[in-house]
């Protein structure tokens, strides 16, 4: 079992993309538990604020180290484990396909969002043990990639493909792309399938499947490939 406590400003983001498909089906399998937390019940003033002016000046707010350190602080308490903390940031590791099978051998993680211009570096320095991004482009929070953070693990969750799947079998695992797939009607609006996937000789699909995933990966992600291949 593996339990992922997510702490945000938008609780309400969360409802849907985890509701779905493979991430549903682990939570009532009992093999995933995720528990989404509002960090604005931490908020100490009567305003109950959780983000003030960045010291020094600057564009927008920054949040506030004592309001997230109450939030994490409570949330932690609430299991024996800590969980491993991870804060979500562009300023982070990228999330890569190694991370992700890193992660999902943890038993607990905490992941954090952040809103606004960002948090006060305290809280990342102290409570925080890992920074990831998701890629190189600014959201508008945090919680979009701790969903994709949380899809990608929880595929790797011993049980949570079903038969069927193993995430082993997938691209990346030998790091090259997918070769293209087909299936019927073998012909539609004169659109034709590759003839040799029709064709029943086993050795021949198979390296034509290889050369594809190849041809592939050179034209579209050659940095995937080792240099000078
Ligand atoms: N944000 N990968 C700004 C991201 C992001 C990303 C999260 C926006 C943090 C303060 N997080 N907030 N890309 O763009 O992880």
């Avoid at 809103?115 to 409570?127: L, M, N, P, Q």
């Amino acid at each position: 079992m593996m339990r992922v406590d997510v702490l945000t400003l938008f609780p309400a983001a969360f409802a849907g993309p985890l509701d779905v498909s493979i991430v549903k089906r682990a939570r009532e399998d009992g093999l995933l538990e995720i528990r989404v937390h509002d960090i604005r019940e931490h908020a100490t003033d009567r305003h109950r604020s959780v983000d003030d002016y960045p010291f020094g000046g600057g564009q927008g707010m920054v949040m506030r180290v004592d309001v997230l350190d109450a939030a994490l602080q409570h949330v932690q308490a609430q299991e024996e484990q800590r969980g491993y903390v991870i804060f979500l940031s562009p300023q982070g590791e990228r999330l890569t396909d190694a991370l992700v099978r890193e992660l999902a051998i943890h038993p607990r993680l905490v992941l954090v969002c952040g809103r606004y211009e960002g948090v006060d570096e305290r809280f990342v320095e102290h409570c925080v043990d890992r920074e990831i991004s998701i890629g190189d482009y600014i959201l508008t929070g945090g919680e979009l990639p701790a969903m994709v953070l949380i899809d990608a693990v929880a595929r790797h969750i011993p049980g949570a493909l079903g038969d069927e799947v193993s995430p082993e079998e997938e691209s990346f695992v030998d790091g090259l792309l997918e070769h293209p797939q087909y299936t019927r009607p073998a012909e539609y609006r004169g659109w034709t399938v590759p003839d040799v996937l029709l064709s029943g000789h086993h050795a021949n699909i198979e390296k034509w499947k290889k050369e594809a995933r190849l041809q592939r990966t050179r034209e579209r992600r050659p940095d995937l490939l080792p240099p000078g291949d």
